[in-house]
């Protein structure tokens, strides 16, 4: 049971995070539409994450519920990918959301939504027939989050030479950090082991093949990975996390038990 | 009285969707089965997307609709097999285009992932549902709601929604 629990705490922290972060832009968005569409893009991510915590809570059980999972832990206890914390600009700008930097939220969603249209179509097939039921309608979602991120990446990558330096950079920037998609945890070996979850290995030349393509039609250079490679999957974060957590979580935590 | 699963097909067969009232859940292909289980009857209904907002309210609303009746069944949320626009009923496609929104494409059969993404999104000529052309444009991905995408004709000149198969 803990290798499912883990695993799927994982699969739910990247959609809530991620979910979060891209709703940073509900109201500030470059145009209209774009504000609408990551605004729906989060609610599919935060509706993805609400099925895998109530999967959690149920084998869990006890007292755990999906409200105590996603307000009630901390940093730490945190399973995502460092990937979907980080601000939406590069690493040396500030916080303001004057500095919110549209190319690297579109780098972000593509590169993440390349592979959990991949992960999601072979997780319908996981030993965990609840997960499998979950990947089936998350596959549907993703496969539009897909197609939208990458068709931006295309417009911003072959756009003005503004778009085309932003876009680069925040490709540059981004990229090390999906080191982390092929470096198994423990708890995702063992739920491979049990047939619960995925080797991504075993995905990753799809994954290459999408990004190449988007890339070489977006005229942008796929940067050399190498470096560190982060272990957000682990419970090791960046400093970003715990902000975005302290604005998810606050009003949870001040109203514990409120119904509205 | 105990009711029979026919007065509870009965009773639904009218719920409007809360987000586009010209359809009926049953059109939509939300609610899936009237049941006679160990417990008394069960009325299955499935979520369209994860995140949908309306989904909480559809199911006050069956349960309320249920209530008025007098008739009392259980709601149950079923994940599997996953919702699709496929499932949509003729006569609700139809009023969604009268309404003027785009009813859904057919799902491509057996599509994987490798495939969706190669197959340019222009290849999907969606007709107008205000003039017919299929001279129409993709604006946005996402529309007024997720389960939407924005096109905009390019002869009458009129915006209009799309729901996007799923």
């Known amino acids: 049971m803990s290798a499912a629990v883990d695993y799927l705490l994982h699969l739910a922290d990247n959609a809530l995070v991620l979910g979060q972060r891209n709703a940073e832009w509900c109201g500030h968005g470059p145009i209209l539409e774009e504000d609408i569409a990551q605004s729906n893009v989060s609610l599919d991510l935060i509706g993805q994450a609400r099925m895998l915590y109530q999967l959690v809570a149920t084998l869990k059980g006890g007292d755990a519920t999906e409200d105590k999972l996603a307000y009630f832990r901390d940093t730490h206890e945190f399973r995502n990918y460092t990937l979907l914390e980080l601000p939406h600009h590069g690493p040396l700008s500030g916080y303001a959301s004057s500095s919110l930097d549209y190319g690297t939220t579109i780098v972000r969603n593509f590169l993440y939504s390349a592979l959990m249209a991949l992960l999601w179509e072979a997780l319908e097939k996981s030993a965990n027939a609840d997960l499998a039921a979950i990947a089936a309608k998350s596959l549907k979602e993703v496969r539009y989050h897909l197609r939208h991120s990458r068709d931006w990446l295309v417009r911003l990558g072959d756009g003005t030479d503004e778009s085309h330096a932003r876009s680069q950079a925040s490709l540059d920037h981004l990229f090390p950090y999906t080191q982390e998609f092929w470096a198994h945890s423990p708890a995702e070996a063992a739920a491979v082991e049990a047939g619960i979850g995925v080797d991504l290995n075993t995905l990753k030349a799809d994954w290459d093949a999408i990004v190449d393509a988007a890339l070489a039609e977006a005229t942008l250079q796929r940067p050399a990975a190498g470096g560190y490679v982060p272990e957000g999957k682990q419970g090791v974060h960046s400093e970003h996390l715990g902000f975005l957590l302290a604005e998810m979580q606050s009003l949870a935590r001040a109203h514990p038990n409120g119904v509205w | 009285m105990t009711a029979t699963v026919e007065e509870v097909w009965a009773a639904l067969e009218d719920l409007a969707d809360p987000e586009i009232p010209v359809i009926s859940l049953r059109e939509l292909g939300i609610l899936r089965e009237v049941r006679s289980g ?27 609709t249920l209530k008025t009746r007098g008739i009392s069944a259980r709601v149950v949320t079923q994940l599997a097999p996953a919702w699709t626009t496929d499932w949509m009923s003729e006569a609700g496609k139809e009023k969604l285009r009268a309404y003027g929104i785009a009813p859904p494409h057919q799902t491509p059969a057996g599509s994987s992932v490798m495939r969706f993404i190669s197959k340019p999104a222009k290849a999907e000529a969606v007709p107008c549902p205000h003039c017919g052309s299929s001279n129409t444009l993709v604006s946005s991905h996402f529309g007024s709601t997720a389960c939407k995408a924005l096109y905009k004709c390019q002869d009458c000149q009129e915006p209009f929604d799309y729901f996007k198969p799923y």
Do not use: F, N, W
Request: aromatic content about 4%; glycine content about 12%; hydrophobic content about 35%.
């Open chain 2, 38 to 64: 160990a417990e008394g009857l069960e009325v299955v209904i499935t979520p369209t997307y994860s995140g949908c907002p309306a989904m909480g309210q559809i199911e006050d609303d069956v349960r309320s």
